[in-house]
């Protein structure tokens, strides 16, 4: 399996307070991204990078900022939480832009806003 | 119109049968397609590239029609092992990186 860990795996937290997801690599890939699924809509992209400090949004961006200061790490952050953003948050990586790569997952992180 | 579609299900049937999804896209430029599994509660896994001549895997074969926009995907011999989720994802013009995932159908193998 690839080396991609999310931090952490499940929380809970209250409407209004910042909120900061982790995903860290092991595997030297230049592409990263932030899905979130939610029942009916499937996966959706909300951040990508195509390397450190270089980022890019994706189809669901609003009410999210990503970082990557290094190749391994790519934070998430909601800088306040609502509870529409209740959702499981996947990172996934992958060596190529995805036209012929494939995409390694990480196994999720579960949010709830209460 | 979404841009990618597929019937959610689920698709409930007997071990050893063989079943079939499609997907269709909306956008008729787009590049190249997969089929992902995801198992209940886990991360997504590439289960196979969707090629224009059609590719085969074992019990799984996945083909593409440009012409109608959509893809497909048999399962032959259905275990129990194959109930998962099956998406669909689609690369749109430009790779820009950006895949568009259908939101799954559902596949229940019973004994």
């Known amino acids: 399996d690839a080396g991609i860990t999310q931090s952490p795996r499940h929380k809970v937290t209250e409407t209004g307070t910042p909120v900061t997801l982790r995903c860290h690599q092991t595997?030297?890939?230049?592409?990263m991204y932030w899905y979130r699924q939610d029942p009916g809509h499937g996966l959706r992209l909300i951040h990508y990078s195509y390397g450190v400090k270089d980022t890019d949004k994706g189809e669901v961006s609003d009410g999210y900022s990503v970082s990557r200061s290094k190749t391994e790490d790519f934070l998430l952050t909601l800088e306040s939480a609502t509870s529409s953003q209740t959702s499981v948050y996947f990172c996934?990586?992958?060596?190529?832009?995805?036209?012929?790569?494939?995409?390694?997952f990480g196994e999720g992180s579960r949010l709830t806003v209460l | 119109r979404k841009e990618v579609e597929q019937d959610p299900g689920p698709f409930n049937v007997p071990e050893g049968a063989t079943v079939a999804f499609n997907c269709t896209y909306s956008?008729?430029?787009?590049?190249?397609f997969f089929w992902y599994r995801q198992d209940c509660r886990k991360e997504p896994k590439l289960l196979m590239s969707?090629?224009?001549s059609g590719n085969e895997d074992g019990r799984f074969t996945a083909q593409l029609n440009r012409a109608s926009q959509y893809i497909s995907l048999l399962i032959r011999d259905s275990k129990l092992s194959d109930s998962a989720t099956y998406l669909c994802v689609v690369n749109p013009p430009g790779n820009t990186g950006k895949l568009i995932f259908g939101q799954g159908t559902t596949l229940q193998v019973k004994p």
């Open positions: 956008n008729s430029a787009s590049q190249s």
């Open positions: 969707v090629y224009s």
């Open positions: 996934a990586i992958s060596e190529s832009r995805t036209g012929a790569g494939e995409l390694f």
């Open positions: 595997e030297n890939h230049r592409y």
